[in-house]
């Protein structure tokens, strides 16, 4: 039996359902674990930080791999792959630096992987949010090549609230992608109008439909993995199920995993562990070459 619908549900019963911290002992410590291996990430594999547009917090942090180099010009033998990840925080908390742990596993596959930072609400607005990361991908697109990035071997990852702003670049569709890994996304803002969530976002409930990716899903796009850790509210798994369906509806090649122990903030991990499904598959498109 599926979760009740949203509407059923009372104000507080939705506070309780899109609060993801109401199923972990911690978030304060759920946090600490982000930081740490980031910490940890940043010190062995200096990123580079690059800003792709004027405004506060649009900048993003790049991640090379160490490859062969053609020797008579110095620059590098062959595109590789990029791996670029929209952190979670409810569009509100975290940063690029907090993103940082992904990357070690896609290094040492010879890809590159980008964490994507973004303007924070209350200062800025939903929409605002969006069109930056919008601009960030369409950025990394456009200057790839000067990275020795391949442009047609772009993966875009999210979590949380990372995985909607992933949704809403895909559902652009201005930026060619190779794939898409989603994990624990809100696809269908409306539920969040009536809750705390909405009070640094101030969305109206027309606002917040426009905003919502699973209106807008109309035509097939490219491959979209599509996970959620065992330890979710219902009605996070609920949409991330519902988003999964409208995508396959579609046309859209589409894999869904629940990520066995793992909750909402910690199944974050598993994006580019290979010995998980979805990191596995996550992993797997980096290395396949496009025909």
Known sequence: ????????????ELEREYTPSS???????????YAAASARTQAAHPPIELRYGPGP?????LYLPDRPTDRPTGRPAAQVPL????HGGYWQELGKHDAAFPAAPVLARGAAYASIGYPLAPAASL?????????AVAWLHRHAPEHGIDPARIQLAGSSAGAHLAAEVLLHGRVPLRALTLLSGVYDLRPLVPTTVNHALGLTAEQAWELSPIRRVRQAGPPV????GEIETAQFV???????AALAAAGTPVQTWELAGLNHFDNVFALTDPATPVGAATLSVLEEIPR
């Open 83 to 86: 791996l670029a990840f929209v």
């Open 1 to 12: 039996m599926g979760a009740p619908s949203w509407q059923s549900l009372s104000v507080a």
């Open 23 to 33: 199923m972990v002992a911690s978030l304060a410590a759920e946090l600490r674990v």
């Open 57 to 61: 917090g649009e900048l993003l942090d």
């Open 238 to 244: 609920a949409q991330s199920r519902a988003f999964a």
């Open 127 to 135: 929409a605002q949010i969006v069109d930056a990361v919008r601009r």
């Open 225 to 228: 993995l599509v996970a959620w």
